[in-house]
């Protein structure tokens, strides 16, 4: 494919900015009140208002040949028919298939996966219903309250932050641990609150080699022995998710206990495979799979639907717009529900480890921007905190603003708070106030002219700022599903129109390389001397600080 900023869309769409670049949006929505409703979509239960953005038909229009040009209609297809687009890694990338809910094949090497994801499914249920209902009992015949994920990235924030965000879905007797970090703190914490009887350890690796991950394992494995007495008592209380039957044999646990996936399953993608089986066990199975109907609610719209009214492809074309166009660096993910509070996080993993490259599918050095920087947090405490940065800063940030509409379960009278706020930063987003504004109020309040002179640039907010409202009707499995699965699609598309590999991940590999040297230097295992002096100045820092 020809570098993007050689497409003629693309090219068409750098005049456009020059025309649209100082237009403000008080002006458009002036100009044209109709845009709330023309910016507008709804998909299942996610309403999408995009009109607060420094956008017109014309640009939407362009915006739209650019995925044109971009074949993305092809991509998608590709994607969906199980062609192997993580060429890196010769993948195929088919986290769609986990959800497929048609009666369609999906064939991989000529293989169709959807008796094995079937399969993996029903041992799954089995599985989590007997825990469940308490008919999986641990070594002293207990039934299980406790399950602790072991698991780190892909493994781990997707089941985590599902977990958290369908809380009020859980099973009651159920406690809930996820552990990723391989400072020992985190596992302590847990060891000390849970009792080995009653709990099951879930390790969940892909590939089952991953240092953190097996270390904590291994951690936890000694710790029920040292209770427990006998390895027997192993396969009551330690479950595998894995692609790698080995590995899983080589820690001990049996196969029967391993629970299965696939390598067309990214980490980062992975919360609807056996991975998910934290969520199931949480959730029940009922649960888990409106969860997946969700996202294939979301999978048949983006499948099917036109560009024009495809929820996914018209978040990714903003976004796309902005980095490539507004030179936004960074885009900011504000969740307004407690529920949400690990979505930022799970996001800020999933777009940029897809999206954070620096050359083309076949090799060549892009010429533009790709991923922003994914930062974010719970919108009302970011109010108080970091938004100061996103009205008045220098950068140009655009947000994603999500909130729930649904005021069940919430305290009386906190909802509206909640949500006034949400349409109160939108709208300060877009107005600012200007410096006629701030200065007649201050006048109207009695402050004396000089004064008035002089505080007002510092209360001026220039606006124009760009967000999307993301409105879910509840926070429920179905909708959650359908919010993952939107931003999975919305980083795919951007990944097409950037001509990158979004499932790869080569970017991870070469700290971890370089820790295997340091760490045998640490504990004193081996001493290697092709080291700048700064890591050298560092090594010796350490050993000089243990040595006593
Ligand atoms: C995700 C990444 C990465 C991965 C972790 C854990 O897409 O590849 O976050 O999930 O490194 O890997 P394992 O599951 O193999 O332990």
Not at 424 to 444: L, S
Not at 452 to 460: I, Q, S
Not at 461 to 481: A, H, M
Request: include cysteine.
């Amino acid at each position: 494919m020809a570098s993007l900023n050689e497409l003629e869309s693309f090219k068409a769409l750098e005049r456009h900015f020059i025309t649209i670049k100082d237009m403000h949006m008080r002006e458009m929505f002036e100009k044209d009140p109709d845009r709330a409703y023309k910016y507008f979509i709804k998909v299942g239960g996610i309403k999408l208002d995009y009109s607060k953005n420094r956008l017109n038909d014309e640009t939407l229009k362009l915006l739209r040949l650019l995925a044109q040009e971009c074949s993305l209609k092809e991509k998608i297809k590709a994607m969906y028919k199980g062609d192997k687009i993580n060429n890196t890694e010769e993948r195929a990338a088919l986290h769609t298939a986990l959800r497929n809910k048609s009666s369609f094949s999906i064939e991989v090497d000529g293989i169709d996966v959807m008796e094995n994801v079937n399969a993996v499914l029903r041992r799954m249920e089995d599985f989590s219903r007997a825990i469940r209902i308490g008919d999986w009992l641990g070594y002293t015949n207990q039934i299980i309250t406790d399950i602790v994920n072991i698991g780190i990235g892909g493994s781990d924030l997707g089941a985590l932050m599902t977990c958290k965000a369908l809380r009020n879905f859980g099973h009651p007797r159920l406690n809930m641990h996820f552990v990723s970090n391989v400072d020992g703190v985190q596992l302590q914490g847990v060891l000390e609150s849970i009792h080995p009887e009653t709990t099951l350890f879930i390790v969940a690796s892909k590939t089952f080699s991953t240092q953190e991950t097996l270390t904590n394992a291994f951690t936890a494995r000694k710790w029920f022995l040292y209770h427990a007495l006998d390895e027997k008592y192993i396969a009551k209380h330690f479950v595998a998710v894995s692609t790698n039957k080995q590995a899983v044999k080589a820690f001990g646990i049996d196969e029967k206990n391993m629970f299965e996936f696939w390598d067309w399953v990214g980490g980062r993608y992975s919360l609807w495979s056996a991975i998910g089986l934290a969520i199931m066990i949480y959730l029940g199975e009922e649960n888990f799979s409106a969860l997946l109907e969700g996202a294939y609610l979301m999978d048949r719209h983006f499948y099917c639907e036109d560009f024009e009214n495809n929820l996914p492809i018209i978040l990714a074309l903003i976004g796309v717009w902005y980095i490539n166009f507004f030179d936004a660096g960074s885009h900011i993910i504000a969740p307004y529900d407690q529920h949400l509070r690990y979505f930022p996080k799970f996001i800020q993993q999933l777009d940029m480890e897809s999206n954070g490259k620096q050359v083309q599918k076949n090799g060549a050095k892009v010429q533009y921007d790709t991923a922003p920087v994914i930062w974010g947090d719970m919108g009302i405490n970011a109010q108080h905190a970091f938004f100061q940065l996103l009205h008045q800063g220098t950068h140009l940030s655009p947000i994603d603003l999500i909130a729930s509409l649904s005021k069940k379960g919430n305290l009386p009278g906190h909802h509206e708070i909640l949500l006034s706020n949400v349409f109160a930063q939108a709208q300060a987003f877009m107005r600012g106030k200007t410096y006629d504004e701030v200065y007649k109020e201050m006048i109207n309040n009695g402050m004396d002219k000089e004064k008035a002179e002089k505080l007002a640039p510092h209360k001026v907010f220039s606006g124009n700022r760009p967000s999307n409202i993301i409105l879910l009707d509840e926070i429920n499995p179905v909708n959650i599903g359908s919010l993952i699965a939107l931003y999975e699609h919305k980083i795919f598309v951007q990944g097409v129109i950037w001509d990158i590999n979004s499932f790869d991940q080569w970017g991870v590999e070469l700290g971890k390389e370089l820790a295997k040297n340091i760490l045998a230097e640490l504990k004193g295992q081996q001493e290697f001397n092709d080291y700048d002096s700064s890591t050298k100045h560092l090594i010796q820092i350490y050993k000089e600080f243990n040595s006593h």
